[in-house]
């Protein structure tokens, strides 16, 4: 009973101090928010990155340059150290490991910057710089892409470093982009994309390093299958343009890819970036890593590399994400502590700007406890309201971040929300103590008195 | 009704303890309608203080209906205070963000009856001191004469044995005073017992006994009192 007398009366205090209750709830907005959205964050940054990295499937090998120190275990630990040697695996490794029988497929990988260069029919020259990619065609499989148009280099064309190519759709965009703007100059009525985009899409593409996205890219008529562009002072033949993928971390937007033979002879290297190991099962994937470090270690006596097999990997990721996890736990947590002390001052301040209310309801027969529950309550009601609040604004958010923004979504599981909420109630309880408790222990005859 | 024996209070002070009542001694009967007068300074609002349990003294022994009140715990003074005593201020000591509906609702809220018995004496109340359609306004929206009726109302909404009025009318104009006063009059004799603390003699003139608070202690009204004053 006195519960709900304590509870009436701790509406009737936050209805008759609107203003009041704007400001002191104010922090606890900004800190459910937070809560909401860093851990919104957190959570869809590990969730793409592990879907990436799971999609690669779990009976993938990756064989990369330097030493992976490993655990007790025996399990590799990519947080406790990674050498940093340059590279020395080379194509004749991916050859080797092609030759074991429960290998299903490899997929040699070489990276480095590059220049592509496209001269139009109007004689216009558009150089880009993107990510030279030289593989094999089993790289689609691995990176889970799919071709826009055109099709995907074969191996016998890798075989005879046939010069062909294919683009990342955002190279392919770029390359097409300066082209349009000169049909663009010659008919003034045709609106300008880049104009038309909205300011967050192009503080996106700043950071994205995209400039044209794919509902930009151009149409089939105008693609550039077919036609040549020049790579590091050769020609090439595009044959084939890869859909716009635009997630976390991977992306082959910006890729110009070509066979990997091709590749070592356009960058007169000898050395792959690493080399995707496909088993053909995923029961015998120990057995799988030894054979392939033994064929690799055949030209490898001191070896200068590592096998890592894919759920290594994706432990190493789940562990730097717990740590994120706990570092936005950390900064929400002190959001929150910070928001709980500026409410419990200006529940303090509101004790003593009622000091008078005070002993009238006590003069006219509220007890203690009544005054100590009614003060609680208000506090409690605060944080609840800013906590509800805070988390219809980061819903809000994160709604609107997976309709508009599509680097990553973000993830906002149940336990996030009873957390937030569970958290600013908690919040109240503690700081709504002590000024309830000063409230209550007020004596009736001096707060009747009091100026 | 109520009987007081020797009761002392003294507050601290920078010069050290100052005593404000010593030895008071004191008897009303039910229903009785009693003025206390007395100079500034003198212990009159810490005696209606003492008389409407905010304050306990420092010792001597207060009987109220026969109850002990010096030998009650603050749980049982809170109740019976809700119970039996209704209080006018001077400076009414209305919650400003409440409306004329809930403060005079309040003495109610930490009573247990029923929502509607509640509802019907607070209009009821409010009916008495004549303001029965002001109900949703709040109390900065009404004048002095109003708020005090206000105050009166919420005094008397629990039907209470005791009403302690202290200096009523203290800032009110003569047509207001009176039509406070009037409210008394009829609620003496209605049986409610009243105190009222003044220094208007016109207003304690009203009352069926007139005593003076000077040094600590209580004296009936005669003429000699009346010369010292």
């Known amino acids: 009973m006195k519960l709900v007398k304590a509870f009436k009366m701790a509406l009737l205090g936050i209805w008759g101090n609107k203003f009041r209750v704007i400001l002191s709830i104010f922090g606890v907005i900004i800190g459910v928010f937070a809560v909401i959205v860093l851990s919104a964050i957190a959570l869809g940054v590990k969730d793409t990155v592990m879907k990436q990295m799971g999609s690669l499937g779990a009976e993938q090998i990756m064989v990369m340059p330097g030493r992976v120190l490993k655990d007790d275990g025996g399990a590799h630990n990519f947080l406790s150290g990674v050498s940093s040697s340059p590279s020395t695996l080379t194509n004749t490794d991916a050859e080797e490991i092609g030759k074991l029988k429960s290998v299903e497929s490899v997929t040699p990988l070489l990276e480095t910057v590059g220049r592509i260069q496209y001269e139009s029919q109007f004689g216009e020259a558009r150089t880009v710089e993107g990510m030279l990619v030289g593989t094999s065609d089993s790289y689609q499989e691995v990176i889970h892409t799919s071709l826009e148009e055109g099709r995907f280099f074969t191996n016998d064309e890798g075989a005879n470093k046939d010069r062909v190519v294919v683009l990342g759709s955002g190279i392919h965009a770029s390359l097409m982009n300066q082209n349009q703007n000169q049909d663009l100059m010659d008919d003034e009525t045709e609106t300008n994309v880049e104009a038309e985009k909205k300011w967050w899409q192009k503080l996106l593409d700043k950071f994205t390093g995209n400039t044209v996205n794919a509902e930009e890219a151009p149409t089939a008529e105008e693609s550039l299958v077919g036609k040549e562009v020049i790579i590091q002072g050769d020609t090439f033949t595009v044959v084939g343009v890869l859909e716009s993928v635009a997630t976390l971390g991977m992306t082959s937007n910006s890729s110009i890819l070509m066979p990997v033979q091709t590749a070592l002879d356009v960058t007169s290297t000898e050395n792959l970036t690493n080399i995707y190991v496909k088993a053909d099962s995923i029961e015998n994937l120990d057995q799988v890593e030894k054979e392939v470090h033994g064929a690799v270690g055949l030209n490898h006596p001191e070896t200068d590399f590592s096998t890592v097999k894919q759920t290594e990997m994706l432990g190493a990721i789940e562990t730097v994400t717990k740590i994120l996890q706990v570092m936005l736990i950390g900064i929400t947590a002190t959001a929150l502590v910070i928001s709980g002390a500026g409410i419990m001052n200006v529940m303090v301040m509101s004790v003593r700007e009622r000091t008078r209310e005070i002993g009238i309801r006590k003069a006219l027969g509220a007890s203690t406890l009544e005054i100590l529950l009614q003060f609680l309550f208000e506090t409690i009601l605060l944080c609840l309201a800013g906590g509800i609040i805070g988390l219809l604004l980061g819903y809000g958010f994160v709604q609107w971040w997976n309709g508009a923004i599509t680097i990553f979504p973000l993830v906002l599981p149940i336990w996030v929300i009873q957390l937030a909420l569970g958290s600013s109630i908690l919040i109240g309880c503690i700081c709504g103590i002590y000024p309830a408790i000063k409230a209550a222990r007020l004596q009736p005859s001096r707060a009747l008195r009091f100026e | 009704m109520m009987t007081l024996s020797n009761i002392n209070k003294s507050y601290k002070s920078a010069a050290g303890r100052e005593s404000v009542l010593g030895g008071l001694d004191f008897q009303i009967d039910a229903g009785e309608y009693v ?64 409306s004329i509906y809930q403060n005079v609702m309040l003495p109610l809220e930490y009573h247990r009856k029923g929502f509607m018995k509640k509802r019907d004496r607070v209009r ?106």
């Open chain 2, 35 to 98: 003025a206390i007068m007395g100079s500034s300074g003198t212990g009159k609002s810490t005696l209606m203080n003492i008389l409407g349990t905010l304050e306990r003294p420092d010792c001597g022994e207060y009987l109220f209906r026969g109850k002990k009140i010096h030998r009650m715990s603050n749980r049982k003074l809170t109740l019976m205070r809700n119970k039996e005593i209704g209080f006018v201020f001077q400076n009414y000591q209305l919650i400003p963000n409440l």
């Open chain 2, 124 to 229: 009821k109340a409010l009916m008495m001191v004549g303001l029965e359609g002001k109900s949703r306004q709040k109390p900065q929206q009404l004048s002095g004469g109003q708020k005090q009726r206000v105050a009166i109302a919420r005094a008397i909404v629990n039907e209470p044995s005791l009403l302690l009025a202290d200096e009523p009318t203290g800032s009110l104009d003569e047509k207001t005073t009176e039509s406070i006063l009037k409210l008394f009059d009829h609620l003496h004799q209605r049986g409610v017992t009243i105190i009222l603390i003044t220094h208007d003699m016109e207003v304690a003139k009203r009352a069926e006994r007139i005593m003076y608070l000077k040094g600590g202690l209580l004296k009936e009204h005669t003429y000699e009192t009346s010369q010292s004053l």
